[in-house]
């Protein structure tokens, strides 16, 4: 958001010949620099293109622009910059850990890593899960086509427009280019500043192949050509996202799959929920199977357990805004992580209606049919088809099962509100 | 605006280009905002982000719990927006405060859960196609403009950013 809009500021500052806009686009870019680490390389950018259409074009309104610009950005990077001088060793943290400079033939790996960024778009995209279905290229075949005729006529035909676009699409590669980690590159989050010049070039694109079609094409003919091609894309993109994204099981491993699932389920209803042995924080995939495309990729991330019992509870919609982080956590309302041995003694529970949520066990779940034939119990499956939690809802109890006194069972000593009575 | 449709450059090398000191390109200023195109590049994006949104992608990453647990300890402190140091964690998330504060306004408005947690990315992945509309107008006019917005705002790559993607959308 801030990095396309410190662009559309610099664009309008261009045209208009106004520097105010280039001062606000200078505020905007400081902005960017709070949020991702890869903000400071799409800054980097954009100061590049300043000096180099002012050494270009040698005309005092550029000036003025960088002027504008680079007051605006140091207004708002002041206060970063100087933590930064304070504390010098923060400013390189996470860039000296990945590095390409830390490895003794990064000439080798920057080589291809130039090489397998240029393939991103067409032949083979990020193979990170979270970040791309593995392998999928980063664009579509009718639009990365656009691309390449966008980029041809802004090479042909360089302005200031097309400077700035080409210039901020080559930098922000940098980050990609000259970084490693495990999944292997191309790294596409890292250079997912590219995005905006990448779709900016296709407009540029899409005015080519407009303007190549006018010569064999009547205006009617076109108007019905590009809608279609556009409605193919619309299509398209949306079975590239939405068909591929639920067969992604690689993202399963790397993303919290099943804090999520658990605590969207929790989040169904407002019923009482006894979430069953320390084992349901411990992810079911520990490893990454063998001999699967990417796996290497992929391997399973995993969260400590108090961490992933800390989002279940966030996503369980039942986090407390009144209460302190603390307090929400130990307990937080209505979810009660109890032992199985608690409900041993009497699966029959006293606080009803309420739901149970345990990983696949045949013991538990016998018990609860034995205690209460009524239960519904179902299960949730992955997107293998593999069961990673067992549901069991149980109404209100028969009267005779309706408990005498408080010290029947663990769930009859806890009261409405999770606190023990 | 006819020249810009022309591919010939005579003979003088691409790579040259570079350096030629031709000033802006001719498109016409747009002078009037065309609500209904920009409020239909909002409404596709919106649906492109929105849509299964509980579902896909398949949980969140590490860091963007980790992005709602810093959001959730700011919102015990007092507002203090000049009180703090800029980062808020050092080191592998290097949450800025400023970036935590635009969470925290999420979270007063919907409250703390999966929802809210994907707000922060999403919301600015749906300005950033608005924002690609405008910056296309500059470009190349305002229908084309319409067209490469309506692209970005339904294409996978910005998509799957906008769903995921905590700060990085923001950066966006």
Known sequence: ????????????????????????????????????????????????????????????????????????????????LCYYVAHPKVYAVRSDELSVFNSAD??????????????????????????NYPGLPMLDPLTAFVFVGGLVAALRRIRGTERLLLTTLLIN?????????????????????????VFAIVGLGLQQVLAQTAKFLTSGQSKVAAWSALLIVIALNF???????????????????EPHMLGLEIAQDDLPVFVIGRDIFDPLEARAPVGKEYAAANPPLILPPEIRKLATITFSGRYDLARTLTQNFQPPRRIYFVEPQALASDVGPK??????????????????RTNDPQARIREIQNIRGETIFTIATLGNPPLSHRPQSASQGYAARVSDDGNDT | MVDRFSLARGNRPVGLLWFERSGEATVDSPRKFFAVPFLIVLFTAGFFRFYKIFELPLGPSADEIFTLNNTIALLNQPFDLFGHTPLFVEGWVETAHLY??????????????????????????????????????????ERIAFWAALIFATAHWPVRVS??????????
């Open chain 1, 106 to 131: 990064w000439a080798a790996i920057v080589a291809g890593n130039i090489w397998r960024h240029a393939l991103m778009f067409f032949i083979r995209g990020g193979v990170y899960a979270r970040d």
């Open chain 1, 239 to 257: 079975y590239l996202y939405f068909g591929l994204e639920p067969k992604n099981t690689a993202a399963m491993r790397v993303m919290a799959y």
């Open chain 2, 163 to 172: 769903r995921y993607g905590w700060d990085v959308s923001f950066m966006l």
């Open chain 1, 1 to 80: 958001m801030t990095f396309a809009l410190a662009i559309g500021l610099l664009l309008v500052a261009l045209k208009r010949a106004r520097s105010v806009y280039a001062y606000l686009s200078g505020i905007v870019a400081g902005v960017s620099l709070y949020s991702y680490l890869g903000a400071r390389v799409c800054v980097l950018s954009l100061i590049v293109y300043l000096f180099m259409e002012g050494s270009i074009r040698r005309e005092r309104t550029i000036l003025r622009h960088g002027i504008a610009f680079a007051t605006g950005l140091s207004l708002v990077v002041l206060p970063l």
């Open chain 1, 173 to 197: 590669f940098t980050g990609g280019l000259f970084s490693i980690s495990q999944e292997g590159a191309p790294y596409v989050y890292r250079t997912a500043a590219v995005i905006i010049p």
């Open chain 2, 100 to 141: 935590l504060y635009f969470n925290l306004l999420v979270v007063k408005l919907f409250g703390v859960g999966y929802w809210t947690m994907k707000l922060f990315s999403v919301l600015p992945g749906i300005l950033s196609c608005g924002l690609m509309f405008f910056i296309c107008r500059w470009i190349v006019g």
């Open chain 1, 351 to 368: 606080l009803r209606p309420v739901k149970m949520i345990f990983r696949p066990n045949r013991e538990i779940e016998a018990a609860l």
